[in-house]
């Protein structure tokens, strides 16, 4: 078999082109994939590496010869290869749980202990048919488990990849695109090969420079994993939390379906562009997102269906997103939340104002008990309730007064002509619409004629209205004023007195001076009379004082 040089050449050149990815993606290990994906190249340059020097034989057979030790190499990477693979893609979108020593072991362990027992297949002690018969079987177990390792490993992988295509955005899938075309191309040549569909097909490491190649234009063109998805496997699927992401320049890098609803505009849209690049975006939001630093759990008032509140939390993240590093900025719904505080609340005032209004109804019973003026409670032109005073008054009606109508408490005849029924019902219903009403009016009970000054007032008790009519008769009020006109005419003339006899004492002092030699028994009688009537008037004053107290 004779090769072309040019093949031998293409992969050495490769292997070290791969090395160089290799070194690249190294510097990188700490970002996301990258310490998986810089292992997985370094077995691309080692097949390329591998066959390309055991392809020299081909075309200088007499200089060189195939090596065992470097076939041995190739085989093992290819071996490997599935189980970077499949780590990377694990890593690639979050599923720490198989990144694990224990998976690792296994998943090392499984070529080594498939390799052994090919080796001993090859062994042939001549032991006889059962031997033979056991190699036959244990190679066909080997067939299965083989395929298996290679094509299972790489096809979850992709699945998994593929799984999340639909959720992510442009970059992403970008990257994915290149991912697993670079994974199908080295799948697809080892399923030919060992069908052996073509008898005549034999890669020659091309599978593994294509696969190589779109991989690494995937990481020079869209940068992989600097922006890596690996975090949305734990973020992205909240379903009541908006996510947000945003690069070092404040541009929009990804976002997941919730906040993509939030913003309301889709993420096709939005992608790469600054906050204040959207004109559809809500203005309360753009002001976070430009300013995505100082947020410190502040709270966003959103309009959509219905009002909802929103938790607005940013963080920077570093290590798994990107040499970089972006903001994760997160918009949780607590609507819920606020609304339970807001009954919460509400049922507090509710209960404060419950407790005051029986205070104030207790109050006001009391004062309605103890009142010395007669009070009827009136409700729907209907008399609901009456104090004890009120009941002595219109004892004549007794029990009968609750239930009544209160104009059947008025008098035939009234000191006015305009006093009548339609104008006792027009001030309750002034009264019933929140005003206070003042007016004289007679009323009777049996033989007893009651003039009286009635005042009606709006109340509410128990979400009901009422009226309370409150009644002073008229005798008193003039017994009143009779008995303090009474007490100031009486005050006036201890008053004139005094001053007249304060006068002659000051005339007898200042008198001439045979007057002045008056004996002090003359005055003695007039200076007493006075400070009698003194402490008479003081007595007086201070007695009047107390009534009015």
């Avoid at 052994?116 to 488990?145: A, C, E, H, K, V």
């Avoid at 959509?304 to 918009?331: F, H, M, P, Q």
């Avoid at 003339?493 to 007057?515: P, Y």
Wanted: proline content about 4%; charged content about 20%.
């Amino acid at each position: 078999m004779t090769l072309p040089w040019f093949l031998v050449l293409l992969n050495l050149g490769c292997g070290v082109f791969f090395f160089y990815v290799t070194l690249f993606a190294y510097k990188k290990k700490d970002n996301g994939g990258y310490s998986v994906l810089w292992v997985t190249f370094f077995l691309y340059s080692l097949i390329c590496l591998t066959i390309g020097i055991d392809n020299i034989s081909y075309v200088f057979p007499t200089l060189w010869k195939q090596s065992a030790p470097f076939l041995m190499i190739n085989t093992t990477c290819y071996f490997l290869l599935p189980i970077t693979w499949f780590l990377f893609c694990m890593n690639y979108l979050g599923k720490q749980e198989f990144l694990t020593i224990n998976v690792l072991a296994l998943l090392l362990f499984t070529p080594l202990f498939l390799r052994f027992f090919r080796i001993i297949s090859f062994i042939d002690p001549s032991l006889g048919y059962s031997y033979d018969q056991f190699l036959t079987d244990f190679n066909y177990i080997y067939d299965i488990m083989r395929y298996g390792y290679l094509y299972g490993l790489p096809i979850i992988g992709e699945a998994y990849l593929l799984k999340r295509f639909l959720s992510v955005s442009n970059i992403f899938k970008a990257q994915i695109i290149f991912l697993v075309a670079g994974s199908s191309i080295v799948l697809i040549t080892e399923l030919i090969v060992d069908s052996n569909i073509f008898p005549w097909f034999e890669p020659l490491g091309l599978d593994i420079i294509i696969s190589g190649f779109l991989i690494s234009y995937g990481i020079l063109r869209y940068d992989i994993l600097q922006y890596s998805p690996i975090f949305r496997e734990n973020f992205f699927d909240i379903l009541n939390s908006g996510l947000i992401v945003l690069n070092k320049n404040l541009k929009i890098i990804d976002v997941n379906p919730i906040a993509e609803k939030l913003m309301n505009v889709p993420l096709d849209e939005s992608f790469g562009r600054h906050p204040s690049e959207i004109p559809s975006l809500n203005p309360k939001l753009q002001n976070i997102l430009e300013s995505p630093e100082k947020i410190s759990d502040q709270i966003l008032t959103l309009s959509g269906d219905g009002i909802r509140g929103y938790s607005v939390s940013a963080k920077w993240i570093k290590n798994k997103i990107g040499t970089e590093g972006a903001y994760l900025v997160v918009l949780t719904d607590i609507t819920n939340t606020i609304n339970l505080e807001k009954q919460v609340h509400d049922a507090h005032i509710q209960l404060i104002k419950e407790k005051e209004k029986r205070q104030q109804n207790q109050r006001y019973k009391e004062f309605f008990l103890s009142n010395r003026d007669p009070i009827l409670i009136i409700s729907n032109n209907t008399i609901i309730e009456c104090n004890p005073v009120a009941l002595e008054v219109f004892s004549e009606f007794c029990d009968r007064i609750i239930g009544m109508d209160p104009t059947l408490l008025s008098a035939n005849n009234q000191r006015n002509i305009d006093d009548i029924t339609e104008k006792f019902r027009y001030y309750l219903t002034l009264a019933e619409n929140d005003n206070q009403v003042d007016f004289s009016w007679v009323f009777q009970s049996g033989n007893r004629i009651i003039d009286a000054q009635v005042r009606l007032s709006h109340i509410e008790y128990d979400n009901q209205v009422m009226i309370e009519m409150s009644i002073r008769e008229n005798s008193d009020i003039f017994l009143q004023l009779q008995n303090e006109s009474e007490k100031n005419r009486y005050l006036m003339s201890i008053l004139t007195e005094e001053a007249h006899l304060w006068n002659e004492i000051s005339k007898v002092v200042h008198s001439d001076s045979d007057l002045i030699n008056l004996t002090l028994e003359g005055l003695d009688p007039i200076i007493s009379k006075a400070t009698r009537n003194l402490d008479q008037a003081s007595r007086y004053c201070l007695s009047d004082k107390v009534d009015e107290q």
